[in-house]
């Protein structure tokens, strides 16, 4: 028995990477139910389906979450449990795990319905292992299982009711708006920006305006994910004038993010091992750099444009319509 666990969207649909891991549930094969949480709930079709509903599930909050969770598990008393690895799973599912005498794991990508493997030491070794504890609780990554296709057909969802008890009032969001979030795992590139922009040019002079104006308006046309070397925010945290809108966490590498997208670009970046690492999931890799023998061009790049960085954005921004 495996219980698919998972937040809904406002108005109760699900995310796309809650439907990546209902399609890695589905194909472990057994018998699967949903069991879902929100201020809404849609049937999945061809799954029996409970939810817990209300405007107080509909809000992030462990006392909720974990409430209803609790209640979810119990009414289905699976073996297995697969959630995606979001926010509110991450905070509420430990604890209910503790509650219902489940072992648990997360951050997994890849899963068997015996076996599982994660990413440890900051995704340089993978581990693979094996629990006896049932129910197994597992949360998995984004991308590692292709996204479930509900059909039209929605049966009835069987509500199970719990009693919202909190002390605590979620009062809103604070978050950066849209434009200015330029961390988005789910864009089809990481573009990264490293510390040539910062350097003297061919003219002698630093040019950082333009390397703003440019890096910003390549994200905004094409919706990709800013990534960085270490140089270039390190700098910002030393509070030299640097690119305002990098921070710590755009830091791919070593010691950064190790981020999965399709495609990258790397500008103005050395390509440096400690940096590349940070690559390791990232499957097509293009740099552009003034050096013919940066790290890229030994082996760590598909395709490297030895080229200025500044012209060739320009011209790209303006192919992109901008
Ligand atoms: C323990 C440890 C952990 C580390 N962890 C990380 C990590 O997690 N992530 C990370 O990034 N680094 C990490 N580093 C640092 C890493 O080794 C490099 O120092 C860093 O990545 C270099 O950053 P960079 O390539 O941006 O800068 P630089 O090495 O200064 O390279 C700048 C590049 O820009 C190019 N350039 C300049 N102008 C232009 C232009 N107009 N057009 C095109 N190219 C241009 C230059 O040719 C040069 O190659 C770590 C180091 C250590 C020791």
């Avoid at 699900?14 to 209902?22: G, H, R």
Wanted: charged content about 20%; hydrophobic content about 40%; overall charge neutral.
């Amino acid at each position: 028995m495996i219980l698919f666990l998972s937040t809904t969207e406002p108005g109760g649909g699900l995310s796309k990477i809650a439907l990546e891991a209902l399609g890695l549930a589905k194909s472990l094969g057994g018998e699967l139910v949903a069991g879902l949480i929100g201020d809404a709930a849609i049937a999945i079709p061809g799954i029996r389906t409970l939810a817990v509903t209300g405007e107080a599930f509909g809000q992030s909050r462990y006392s909720t979450d974990a409430a209803a969770a609790e209640a979810l598990v119990k009414a289905v008393n699976p073996q297995i449990v697969i959630a995606p690895q979001t926010m509110r799973t991450a905070r509420a599912l430990p604890g209910v795990a503790q509650r219902v005498g489940a072992a648990i794991d997360t951050h997994v990508t890849t899963f068997d319905g015996q076996r599982a493997s994660r990413w440890y030491y900051k995704q340089r070794m993978e581990g693979t292992l094996t629990r006896d504890a049932r129910p197994w609780f597992v949360l998995v990554e984004s991308g590692i299982a292709p996204a479930f296709e509900p059909g039209a057909d929605a049966g009835a969802v069987e509500q199970v009711s719990v009693t919202p008890a909190t002390r605590t009032a979620v009062i809103g969001f604070q978050s950066p708006q849209s434009e200015q979030q330029t961390i988005r795992p789910d864009a089809k590139m990481l573009f990264v920006t490293g510390a040539g922009w910062t350097k003297k040019q061919k003219d002698g002079n630093t040019h950082m305006n333009d390397a703003a104006r440019l890096i910003l308006g390549f994200l905004e046309q094409s919706r990709a994910s800013l990534g960085s070397s270490k140089s270039l925010v390190d700098m910002g945290g030393e509070g030299q004038s640097v690119l305002p809108f990098l921070s710590h966490l755009n830091q791919v590498g070593q010691t950064g993010a190790t981020p999965r997208h399709p495609k990258g670009l790397a500008t103005c970046c050395h390509g440096e091992e400690p940096h590349v690492v940070g690559w390791r999931f990232i499957k097509e890799r293009r740099a552009i750099n003034l050096d013919a023998n940066c790290g890229w061009a030994r082996g760590k790049a598909d395709v490297v444009y030895v080229a200025d960085a500044f012209a060739v954005m320009e011209v790209v921004n303006k192919m992109l319509g901008g």
